[in-house]
């Protein structure tokens, strides 16, 4: 992030259409910034630990009192100060895209049709203390997507449960949280509970490379559909994507990477070795909506958000994945959110600069 002077401030006035949901997602950045492992992460910039907390309680103060658009962007513009994302070109430009909290069918137990299963943690997997990565203990990489896939931790004792589709199972591991229905009807929630520490590579991207499929064609359904047609690919596929994610039983969720829910349109993930946890973000870029004769097309978005996850490919200060909701259709939104567009945080201004009172209008 880069501070930006006043005359480079965006027009926030459109996120006053997005409000819904935000305070929320606001209050749930302040539980994390409560727990004393949260002070850690701070400094960053000349942002303090305290900044992040008074710029959370300003944003909720102004969702509170603000009565239009125009209001909306006068008091941001006040009362906080603006960094904009650096982007992948050091020109602000950032690549946004989508993620979603899948749901599929699920069995607690294997039978003959529900045979791919999810794990939970190893216990011989770790995490670095000051990182954070994963890996094996004592050292070295842990288990690749592929051996995991071909049977490498199978009876340990480790499967949380089976899918019926063995690409449904990729989806729910890249995804990082699902909600699974069982045969009575009920749910079967999980959230993350770590990683295989390898990096996250696209085999999306890849088909698209190698001429499998059209660059139209680069959407999540895009993919279950090449992939039903084509389930000898799997074993390639999972070859090119060697991060694995695993799972334990997890209500109220999804929760995001700093163990608080996530919000639909409200919260997003980026590399938090890169951005402030718990930071109020603003996205100028455009997002895919379902018009009234169902098709989707992509529409600008300006909104608010609050940055409380990350993800595996999620890198650098180029990426910002939207949080978007539950299930299929959503699914589809996110599967197809791909467009460049522009990240700013905002945080409260601390001395030195003009007060809301001498900035307000009369």
């Known amino acids: 992030l880069r501070k930006i002077p006043p005359e480079q401030y965006p027009d926030f006035s459109q996120a006053y259409y997005q ?4 305070e929320q997602a606001a209050r749930y950045n302040l539980e994390y910034l409560s727990k004393s492992s949260s002070q850690r992460y701070f400094p960053y910039l000349d942002i303090t630990h305290e900044r992040a907390v008074l710029s959370n309680d300003a944003f909720i103060e102004v969702l509170q009192t603000v009565h239009s658009p125009e209001d909306l962007d006068r ?78 931790l199978a009876g340990q004792g480790l499967e949380l449960c089976y899918l019926r589709d063995r690409f449904e199972a990729y989806i729910v591991t890249v995804q990082g949280s699902g909600k699974l229905r069982l045969p009575d009807g009920r749910f079967f929630e999980i959230g993350y509970a770590g990683d295989n520490g390898h990096e996250y590579s696209s085999i999306g991207q890849n088909l698209v490379e190698t001429g499998a499929i059209h660059p139209n064609e680069l959407s999540l359904q895009g993919l279950i559909r090449y992939y039903k047609e084509h389930p000898d690919q799997l074993d390639r596929a999972f070859s090119i994507n060697n991060r694995y994610v ?77 949080f978007m909701g539950t299930g299929p259709e959503v699914g589809e939104l ?26 307000a209008s009369p």
Request: aromatic share 14%; hydrophobic share 30%.
């Open 334 to 359: 996110a599967g197809r959110t791909f467009a460049e567009g522009k990240l700013y945080y905002i945080f409260v201004r601390q001395g030195g600069g003009e007060t809301w009172d001498t900035m």
């Open 75 to 152: 008091q941001i513009k006040s009362r906080f100060e603006v960094y904009e994302s650096r982007g992948w070109n050091d020109k602000g430009d950032v690549l946004f895209t989508g993620y979603y909290w899948p749901i599929f069918d699920a069995r607690l137990q294997p039978d003959g049709e529900f045979r791919y299963p999810l794990y939970k943690k190893p216990a011989d997997l770790m995490a670095d203390p000051v990182t954070g990565k994963y890996g094996r203990q004592g050292g070295g990489p842990y288990l690749t997507r592929s051996q995991i896939d071909q049977g490498a």
């Open 246 to 322: 695993f799972f334990t039983p997890r209500t109220g969720g999804p929760y995001g990477s700093l163990n608080v829910p996530v919000t639909p349109f409200r919260s997003i993930a980026t590399d938090k070795q890169v951005y402030p946890r718990a930071s109020v973000a603003f996205m100028r870029t455009q997002l895919p909506a379902r018009g009234p004769d169902g098709q989707i097309s992509n529409h600008a978005y300006d909104g608010f958000a609050m940055d409380q996850d990350t993800g595996g490919a999620i890198r650098a200060a180029g990426r910002c994945d939207v």
């Open 19 to 22: 409000r819904t949901g935000l």
